[in-house]
């Protein structure tokens, strides 16, 4: 119980950002290369662990170790050490999780009847950390036939783990719309194109397609959190940006609501005489958590929490999923401070939780 709480706060001091780890990795690194297991760097401030058990497969384990640009507002004593940058996500809980799995699977190699590939993932929140580590061809190299991942959660009682099979969390993508007008003053309005009328028409057309278009139990969300347009109050804006985010949980759906969006970006603006353009970034898949390994694992925790509904966040674990049958689930915090809040933290005895289920997954 110590040891991981050691890990942790000596993590959340030292907050990095997406691939930029150098202490991060350093710390993983050092610890990893004295117990009993085959260390590699596979990608781009990736690290992982092998502990080769002589078995024809492996189980994999993912920890990501990346933090945000958040000023730390905690006043804990393990508190950030660098200016701008906080562990608000509980990436040091989940990568001192894995360390302190990983000690206990070198002084149990011998006992072991699946190899372990430990993953201490980069970049999950910057994206893209995930995707680099399975282009490798990892999972495949070490025979993998399943994969586990957890995140602490905010609102479940310490300790408490929560999942369910099949959709867990969103595929998702930033969108950014640009509207061009022309600019005028506005007691010639009449001879302009006023980019944020076209702007603001669209986002309400934008929501009502969002609303309407699809049937009512399809889980989706198409927001916007930002609209600029226009330099001064009697000038008509020559150009307007929209940016917000747009998720689902099937493909079909996500490419659908993409797919409206382009249209109504090009149809709407022109009808105030401006042009609209729409640039979505590639974004990430869902979590769809493999309903077969999903129930064998309800079947041997029981007192796990079964999810009625996904949550719509988004996770680069994903990727794994893409490559191999995988469960991802929630750890409860047994704290209210929310995610990506500059006062999040967690009781720390939920760590120990998340090492014990690592153990028994092993009995897959």
Known sequence: METVITYRRALHRIPELGYELPQ???????????????????SQSAITAFFDAGAKTALAFRADMDALPIEEKTSASYASCHAGQMHACGHDGHTAMLLAFADWLSAHKTELKSNVLLIFQPAEEATGGAQSVCATGLLAAHNVRAA???HLWPGLPAGQLATRPGPLMARSCEVNVTVTGKSIHIAKSAEGADAAEAAAALLLEAYRMERTELPADCLRLLKFGELHAGTVRNALAATAVLRGSLRAFYDADFEFLQRRLRELSETVPAQFGCTGSLRCTEGIPAVHNDETLTEQLFAMRPEMLRLT???MTAEDFSFYGKEVPAVFSFLGTGRSEPLHGDHFDFEESTLLAGVEFYKSLLAL
């Open 24 to 42: 991060t990795l350093a710390f993983v690194k050092t610890h990893l290369a004295a117990l009993n297991c085959t260390v590699a760097l596979p």
């Open 148 to 150: 586990f991942g957890l």
């Open 309 to 311: 509904e996904p949550s």
